[in-house]
């Protein structure tokens, strides 16, 4: 809502800079957008009068004009405007003059004529395009006849006139209103508002009842109310009523439609005229569309309605569609005599669903979704009659037609001293509570420290207890409300096992040298169906936005991978990511997905680069999977966790996966991403891994219990053994634990070897075998004897050969 | 000559192979040759039975003098030779300090985990829970129970994401207050809660919208909670996030949930409020939103609003990061782009 200070300085008067008004009403009421005046950033641009007009010899369009600006010689200006006229008033752009957007005028030459300025359109020194009036929408705008030649324009346009753009809360509809604003300032500043209330000036020759018969459903518009204006002549309006239009952000189109727009913003009031000459019969009905019935609006656009519509009907069938948009059969021209003005309430979220359902958000309709003033529909259906008849000389028709009529009464709302200072944690006195709702101009009654407020209709924002605490609030001054601390009774503040498992996973990839990511949740269904750790159905938006993101992810991968594309193309190729987030698993026939935490990494590149003093380290399975471990074993998850070749993942490299479980608990995965895969990202090899957390977190955890440590020596013995390729290190290592004998402390591997010296299709696997007792020192030849065995076993059970 | 004039001569040409000895191994020989069982002193003290009995302690003296003489002048001697050798390794062992230190291989949290943490450090601090939900929520609790039924108008204010007709991806976190009101158990004490997480808007992405953000929204529910103590709440977010210089300030708004409501913003910190291109020229930044919750809200939790009252708070961390870091594309937050990510380093 745009509010010249001018406007409302015929309503309350209060003497302060636009600047800081506008800073108390952020402060006590709505924000604010904007202050400005039209007239900013313009300089030395003045009324000029057009002395002669003369063809350009070199040009089919461009006019010579000799234009008065007030000084001794006129000014030589070529205009290409297709309006430019001899003896007009213009806008005159002078040398070294700026105009809108900044843009410098400078003298200059135009198909070798000397141009000295430029004689500008509205939009051209700052006007939006929509409110420019439609006539000089393509040509030079016309000031008034008595336009002194060299003064600056801006006064003749209302340009010097401060707005302050207010972003009207949607409880705060009594602001969309100028005179709902001044009830506010006044109550802010502590003034009384002074309103005019135009007198109707009646025809006696006959009745409106004569014209008109209305029917409303009270549940569609609970008042409804006409009157008829005759003898009208539609021209344009007078300046001043167009300045106020354009102020606040209306284009003026003709006296009639301008004055409906002026009391929409002067009451906040929605008022639409119909030409009564094309209205068919006398009978007009508001009532709900037909499903099928169709209506061409005053866009131009032919409509379906359905039965969710509000319409006005005459006894043909639609004319408009209330609160929205009128219709064209019944629009105001230059041809109409006869005016019939609406004043009315419609329902609310009825007009909300219909602006929806057809795209037509307008300054009415915002207004009847937000409410409006029960108790000045008639009056400003009065002040918009006795305006049309004063500027179209018309008559107005005696009585007001009325389908509906809604008795409007303050609501009486009670509240006591004690609970305004309970809630706001102040010390108020009666006084001071009193002077604030006797500023709002709310009636009050005093009785034993509750006041019983009685809350006018303009103020239908407020029904309950807390909604009087909040005039108190903000009237007073949120600047003098303490700032204090809850105090009462003390309670725990900390995470959850949950939450801290969470946080330490975190911590624990950071401190593996994982940068954490956070990607999308929402993704396409082929990437959310990628990467599956378990069957589930895709969660799809009803109405996605944009075809990337329709899908609840059900992977944390396909993100990560994304994130290491995007990094890739721009040419940053080494990456060691870790996302912690939900995946939402969905069964199928039920409509809500389970939502589970995971935790995914994806490397790529290097993980470490080369330096003067250290080798580059490239990403690997191994690097991967010891991040995995470590995260497992520092989760207290150390006890039968098995890493089991997993080819059955169609986006992993089948001899290069791995499943994890422990026990028979599968936990998730991790290995290299298929080459289509990598291809499809165009990233080279890189290694992920997928963890359920949540089953981490439920899983039964080894209790760390101190082990002393032994003082007796330990013996190692180093066995070094080719077998089969097929062979899997996890499968000796538990033949070496099963055989080993008590003493058995550890199996570390410690190399792996194939190639030279190995036979084809073998490899050389070493291990260094540590024995240790508690309790006693051991003997090399008790080692030996152990260590023996093993070796033989491992023959036996690998077919190895020792070496 | 006699003994004394024997050992003089000794002493005198031990001093100098003592005081021109180069190395340690030299050193030892020399105190092994001079001092040991065969040494000349040894030798001399031996030839002392020749004399006659009243010289010999006279001479003795003089032999043990000599050899004490001896003795230091090889430790001396030593601990030199020790000094000179480690001044030479140590001046061989110089290196180039200005050389780069070797990396430290580490990751770090993502930025708008940062503001997160920190965020939830102060309320855990203060007494308060942290409370998940889930992102997936329904209609009932997403609107309905914040006092958002399906015709009105604030429904508007944020577009929506839904799933079915009851489903929808959650607009804010504010649901999980819900939740967690209809659970609390008030005869155990007061409800202070914040629930950070992701939520999701039916937006196009652009430098200023994303589809996807996070809040962190808080709430109080007790016998005696004021605006008072939302005000001085909210002091200490912004104090803690922009830094202690901070003041706020708060205008009066409009959200279903909560009345009376408020925005608020906190005084610049890059110009403080001086007025500047990150505040506008206004000296204040909208940073949040807040209010005392809305009897209708814990109504419908069925909480006594005649007893019990509370704030409500919710934050945008994608918000606080942006102005904090004066990061100017929101979308950068979920592109994850290493380079990005990496400058946010610091802690504390
Ligand atoms: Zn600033």
């Given at each position: 809502?745009k509010i010249s200070t001018k406007w409302l300085s015929d309503y309350v008067n209060v003497d302060v800079e636009p600047q800081v008004l506008a800073e108390k009403i952020e402060r006590t009421a709505v924000e604010v957008d904007e202050v400005y005046r039209l007239e900013d950033g313009l300089k030395k641009i003045v009324v000029g009068e057009t002395l002669k007009v003369a063809a350009h010899p070199n040009s089919d369009h461009l006019h010579i004009c000799q234009v008065d600006v007030g000084e001794d010689e006129p000014l030589q200006i070529i205009c290409g405007a297709p309006n430019i006229a001899a003896h007009k008033k213009v806008i005159v752009a002078l040398p070294n003059s700026r105009i809108a957007g900044n843009?410098?005028?400078?003298?200059?030459?135009?198909?070798?004529?000397?141009?000295?300025?430029?004689?500008?359109?509205?939009?051209?020194?700052?006007?939006?395009?929509?409110?420019?009036?439609?006539?000089?929408?393509?040509?030079?705008?016309?000031?008034?006849?008595?336009?002194?030649?060299?003064?600056?324009?801006?006064?003749?346009?209302?340009?010097?006139?401060?707005?302050?753009?207010?972003?009207?809360?949607?409880?705060?509809?009594?602001?969309?209103?100028?005179?709902?604003?001044?009830?506010?300032?006044?109550?802010?500043?502590?003034?009384?508002?002074?309103?005019?209330?135009?007198?109707?000036?009646?025809?006696?020759?006959?009745?409106?009842?004569?014209?008109?018969?209305?029917?409303?459903?009270?549940?569609?518009?609970?008042?409804?109310?006409?009157?008829?204006?005759?003898?009208?002549?539609?021209?344009?309006?007078?300046?001043?009523?167009?300045?106020?239009?354009?102020?606040?952000?209306?284009?003026?189109?003709?006296?009639?439609?301008?004055?409906?727009?002026?009391?929409?913003?002067?009451?906040?009031?929605?008022?639409?005229?119909?030409?009564?000459?094309?209205?068919?019969?006398?009978?007009?009905?508001?009532?709900?569309?037909?499903?099928?019935?169709?209506?061409?609006?005053?866009?131009?656009?032919?409509?379906?309605?359905?039965?969710?519509?509000?319409?006005?009907?005459?006894?043909?069938?639609?004319?408009?569609?209330?609160?929205?948009?009128?219709?064209?059969?019944?629009?105001?021209?230059?041809?109409?005599?006869?005016?019939?003005?609406?004043?009315?309430?419609?329902?609310?979220?009825?007009?909300?669903?219909?602006?929806?359902?057809?795209?037509?958000?307008?300054?009415?309709?915002?207004?009847?979704?937000?409410?409006?003033?029960?108790?000045?529909?008639?009056?400003?259906?009065?002040?918009?009659?006795?305006?049309?008849?004063?500027?179209?000389?018309?008559?107005?028709?005696?009585?007001?037609?009325?389908?509906?009529?809604?008795?409007?009464?303050?609501?009486?709302?009670?509240?006591?001293?004690?609970?305004?200072?309970?809630?706001?944690?102040?010390?108020?006195?009666?006084?001071?509570?009193?002077?604030?709702?006797?500023?709002?101009?709310?009636?009050?009654?005093?009785?034993?420290?509750?006041?019983?407020?009685?809350?006018?209709?303009?103020?239908?924002?407020?029904?309950?207890?807390?909604?009087?605490?909040?005039?108190?609030?903000?009237?007073?001054?949120?600047?003098?409300?303490?700032?204090?601390?809850?105090?009462?009774?003390?309670?725990?503040?900390?995470?959850?096992?949950?939450?801290?498992?969470?946080?330490?996973?975190?911590?624990?990839?950071?401190?593996?040298?994982?940068?954490?990511?956070?990607?999308?949740?929402?993704?396409?269904?082929?990437?959310?169906?990628?990467?599956?750790?378990?069957?589930?159905?895709?969660?799809?938006?009803?109405?996605?936005?944009?075809?990337?993101?329709?899908?609840?992810?059900?992977?944390?991968?396909?993100?990560?991978?994304?994130?290491?594309?995007?990094?890739?193309?721009?040419?940053?190729?080494?990456?060691?990511?870790?996302?912690?987030?939900?995946?939402?698993?969905?069964?199928?026939?039920?409509?809500?997905?389970?939502?589970?935490?995971?935790?995914?990494?994806?490397?790529?590149?290097?993980?470490?680069?080369?330096?003067?003093?250290?080798?580059?380290?490239?990403?690997?399975?191994?690097?991967?999977?010891?991040?995995?471990?470590?995260?497992?074993?520092?989760?207290?998850?150390?006890?039968?966790?098995?890493?089991?070749?997993?080819?059955?993942?169609?986006?992993?490299?089948?001899?290069?996966?791995?499943?994890?479980?422990?026990?028979?608990?599968?936990?998730?995965?991790?290995?290299?991403?298929?080459?289509?895969?990598?291809?499809?990202?165009?990233?080279?090899?890189?290694?992920?891994?997928?963890?359920?957390?949540?089953?981490?977190?439920?899983?039964?955890?080894?209790?760390?219990?101190?082990?002393?440590?032994?003082?007796?020596?330990?013996?190692?013995?180093?066995?070094?053994?080719?077998?089969?390729?097929?062979?899997?290190?996890?499968?000796?290592?538990?033949?070496?634990?099963?055989?080993?004998?008590?003493?058995?402390?550890?199996?570390?591997?410690?190399?792996?070897?194939?190639?030279?010296?190995?036979?084809?299709?073998?490899?050389?696997?070493?291990?260094?075998?540590?024995y240790q007792n508690k309790k006693t020192t051991l003997l090399d030849e008790d080692v030996s004897k152990d260590f023996a065995k093993v070796v033989a076993e491992l023959k036996k059970e690998f077919d190895a050969e020792i070496r | 000559m006699g003994l004394k004039d024997k050992l003089t001569e000794l002493k005198e040409n031990a001093l100098k192979e003592i005081n021109t000895a180069e190395d340690l191994k030299k050193i030892n020989s020399i105190r092994v040759n001079l001092l040991g069982k065969k040494g000349p002193i040894t030798e001399v003290l031996r030839g002392m039975r020749d004399l006659p009995k009243e010289e010999r302690p006279n001479v003795g003296s003089f032999a043990n003098k000599v050899r004490d003489?001896?003795?230091?002048?090889?430790?001396?001697?030593?601990?030199?030779?020790?000094?000179?050798?480690?001044?030479?390794?140590?001046?061989?062992?110089?290196?180039?300090?200005?050389?780069?230190?070797?990396?430290?291989?580490?990751?770090?949290?993502?930025?708008?985990?940062?503001?997160?943490?920190?965020?939830?450090?102060?309320?855990?601090?203060?007494?308060?829970?942290?409370?998940?939900?889930?992102?997936?929520?329904?209609?009932?609790?997403?609107?309905?129970?914040?006092?958002?039924?399906?015709?009105?108008?604030?429904?508007?204010?944020?577009?929506?994401?839904?799933?079915?007709?009851?489903?929808?991806?959650?607009?804010?976190?504010?649901?999980?207050?819900?939740?967690?009101?209809?659970?609390?158990?008030?005869?155990?004490?007061?409800?202070?809660?914040?629930?950070?997480?992701?939520?999701?808007?039916?937006?196009?992405?652009?430098?200023?919208?994303?589809?996807?953000?996070?809040?962190?929204?808080?709430?109080?529910?007790?016998?005696?909670?004021?605006?008072?103590?939302?005000?001085?709440?909210?002091?200490?977010?912004?104090?803690?996030?922009?830094?202690?210089?901070?003041?706020?300030?708060?205008?009066?708004?409009?959200?279903?949930?909560?009345?009376?409501?408020?925005?608020?913003?906190?005084?610049?910190?890059?110009?403080?409020?001086?007025?500047?291109?990150?505040?506008?020229?206004?000296?204040?930044?909208?940073?949040?939103?807040?209010?005392?919750?809305?009897?209708?809200?814990?109504?419908?939790?069925?909480?006594?609003?005649?007893?019990?009252?509370?704030?409500?708070?919710?934050?945008?961390?994608?918000?606080?990061?942006?102005?904090?870091?004066?990061?100017?594309?929101?979308?950068?937050?979920?592109?994850?782009?290493?380079?990005?990510?990496?400058?946010?380093?610091?802690?504390?």
């Amino acid at each position: 809502m745009k509010i010249s200070t001018k406007w409302l300085s015929d309503y309350v008067n209060v003497d302060v800079e636009p600047q800081v008004l506008a800073e108390k009403i952020e402060r006590t009421a709505v924000e604010v957008d904007e202050v400005y005046r039209l007239e900013d950033g313009l300089k030395k641009i003045v009324v000029g009068e057009t002395l002669k007009v003369a063809a350009h010899p070199n040009s089919d369009h461009l006019h010579i004009c000799q234009v008065d600006v007030g000084e001794d010689e006129p000014l030589q200006i070529i205009c290409g405007a297709p309006n430019i006229a001899a003896h007009k008033k213009v806008i005159v752009a002078l040398p070294n003059s700026r105009i809108a957007g900044n843009v410098k005028i400078k003298r200059g030459k135009m198909r070798g004529e000397v141009s000295e300025g430029m004689i500008c359109a509205l939009q051209e020194i700052g006007f939006t395009e929509g409110v420019v009036p439609k006539k000089f929408v393509d040509g030079i705008y016309f000031l008034p006849d008595n336009a002194e030649p060299g003064k600056p324009v801006y006064p003749y346009l209302g340009m010097d006139e401060d707005i302050i753009d207010l972003d009207v809360t949607p409880n705060r509809a009594d602001m969309l209103s100028m005179r709902g604003t001044a009830y506010e300032i006044a109550a802010i500043y502590n003034k009384k508002v002074s309103l005019p209330h135009l007198e109707v000036k009646e025809s006696t020759k006959d009745n409106v009842a004569d014209y008109l018969k209305l029917k409303a459903d009270t549940e569609l518009a609970s008042t409804y109310l006409m009157r008829l204006i005759k003898n009208v002549t539609v021209k344009e309006s007078p300046l001043w009523l167009q300045k106020r239009l354009w102020n606040a952000g209306v284009r003026p189109l003709n006296n009639i439609v301008d004055v409906t727009n002026y009391v929409l913003m002067d009451y906040g009031q929605p008022l639409h005229s119909f030409d009564y000459g094309k209205i068919n019969g006398n009978n007009i009905t508001v009532r709900l569309a037909k499903a099928g019935e169709i209506l061409t609006t005053l866009d131009e656009q032919e409509r379906e309605l359905d039965e969710h519509d509000i319409v006005i009907a005459d006894d043909k069938g639609p004319i408009a569609l209330a609160g929205t948009m009128g219709g064209q059969s019944t629009e105001i021209d230059g041809g109409t005599t006869t005016v019939a003005l609406e004043a009315a309430v419609f329902n609310s979220s009825l007009i909300r669903k219909t602006a929806r359902r057809h795209n037509l958000h307008s300054e009415a309709s915002m207004r009847f979704e937000r409410g409006v003033n029960r108790a000045t529909v008639a009056e400003a259906l009065n002040t918009a009659a006795q305006l049309i008849a004063d500027l179209g000389e018309g008559e107005i028709v005696s009585g007001v037609a009325e389908g509906s009529l809604e008795a409007t009464t303050p609501v009486e709302v009670s509240i006591s001293l004690d609970k305004i200072n309970k809630v706001l944690g102040t010390d108020l006195t009666i006084d001071i509570v009193a002077d604030i709702f006797k500023r709002l101009e709310f009636g009050v009654e005093i009785n034993k420290n509750v006041f019983t407020v009685s809350v006018p209709p303009r103020r239908w924002d407020i029904s309950i207890p807390a909604d009087l605490i909040e005039e108190v609030a903000r009237i007073y001054g949120y600047d003098n409300l303490p700032a204090t601390l809850p105090k009462g009774e003390l309670t725990p503040g900390h995470y959850n096992y949950t939450q801290k498992i969470i946080r330490e996973t975190r911590q624990l990839l950071e401190a593996a040298g994982l940068t954490q990511a956070v990607s999308y949740g929402l993704t396409t269904t082929a990437k959310a169906q990628r990467f599956l750790m378990q069957p589930s159905e895709a969660t799809q938006l009803s109405f996605p936005m944009s075809s990337d993101r329709t899908t609840a992810r059900m992977n944390l991968i396909s993100g990560l991978l994304d994130d290491i594309a995007y990094n890739v193309a721009r040419k940053v190729k080494n990456i060691a990511f870790y996302e912690q987030g939900r995946v939402f698993y969905r069964e199928k026939g039920t409509e809500r997905p389970v939502e589970v935490e995971h935790v995914a990494g994806a490397l790529t590149g290097l993980f470490e680069t080369a330096t003067w003093h250290n080798t580059k380290t490239p990403v690997d399975f191994y690097l991967t999977k010891g991040i995995v471990e470590h995260l497992l074993h520092t989760l207290g998850v150390t006890e039968n966790i098995r890493y089991v070749q997993a080819n059955g993942h169609e986006e992993m490299h089948p001899g290069r996966t791995a499943d994890v479980y422990v026990g028979n608990e599968f936990l998730g995965f991790l290995g290299e991403i298929h080459p289509n895969i990598a291809k499809e990202y165009h990233i080279e090899r890189t290694y992920i891994f997928e963890l359920d957390l949540k089953k981490i977190i439920t899983m039964p955890k080894q209790l760390e219990i101190y082990t002393p440590i032994s003082k007796y020596p330990a013996i190692t013995r180093d066995v070094a053994l080719a077998v089969n390729k097929s062979i899997q290190n996890s499968e000796i290592v538990s033949c070496i634990r099963k055989n080993g004998g008590k003493n058995l402390a550890k199996v570390e591997l410690f190399d792996v070897y194939e190639g030279e010296h190995i036979a084809v299709n073998f490899k050389s696997l070493a291990y260094k075998l540590t024995y240790q007792n508690k309790k006693t020192t051991l003997l090399d030849e008790d080692v030996s004897k152990d260590f023996a065995k093993v070796v033989a076993e491992l023959k036996k059970e690998f077919d190895a050969e020792i070496r | 000559m006699g003994l004394k004039d024997k050992l003089t001569e000794l002493k005198e040409n031990a001093l100098k192979e003592i005081n021109t000895a180069e190395d340690l191994k030299k050193i030892n020989s020399i105190r092994v040759n001079l001092l040991g069982k065969k040494g000349p002193i040894t030798e001399v003290l031996r030839g002392m039975r020749d004399l006659p009995k009243e010289e010999r302690p006279n001479v003795g003296s003089f032999a043990n003098k000599v050899r004490d003489e001896l003795t230091s002048a090889i430790a001396e001697r030593k601990e030199r030779i020790e000094i000179i050798k480690i001044s030479k390794r140590l001046e061989e062992e110089k290196i180039d300090v200005t050389l780069p230190g070797v990396p430290v291989k580490a990751g770090q949290p993502h930025i708008i985990m940062q503001v997160i943490d920190q965020i939830e450090k102060l309320f855990l601090g203060m007494g308060y829970q942290v409370v998940d939900g889930p992102e997936v929520e329904e209609d009932h609790y997403n609107f309905e129970m914040m006092n958002l039924p399906k015709d009105h108008p604030a429904r508007d204010m944020q577009d929506t994401f839904y799933i079915t007709d009851k489903l929808l991806m959650r607009t804010q976190t504010s649901p999980v207050q819900a939740r967690t009101m209809e659970k609390h158990d008030f005869s155990k004490g007061p409800l202070k809660m914040i629930s950070p997480g992701k939520v999701y808007r039916r937006d196009t992405d652009d430098a200023t919208h994303s589809h996807q953000f996070h809040q962190i929204e808080g709430l109080v529910i007790d016998k005696n909670i004021t605006m008072a103590d939302l005000k001085g709440t909210l002091q200490l977010i912004a104090r803690t996030v922009f830094g202690e210089e901070r003041e706020i300030r708060l205008r009066p708004s409009y959200f279903p949930f909560t009345e009376p409501s408020v925005e608020v913003d906190v005084s610049c910190f890059k110009c403080n409020g001086q007025g500047c291109s990150v505040c506008k020229n206004t000296g204040w930044i909208e940073v949040l939103g807040a209010g005392m919750v809305h009897p209708n809200v814990l109504k419908m939790s069925g909480i006594d609003a005649d007893i019990y009252g509370g704030f409500a708070f919710g934050l945008g961390p994608d918000r606080f990061a942006m102005l904090k870091y004066g990061v100017d594309d929101i979308r950068e937050f979920y592109l994850n782009d290493v380079r990005f990510l990496k400058q946010f380093s610091q802690r504390g």
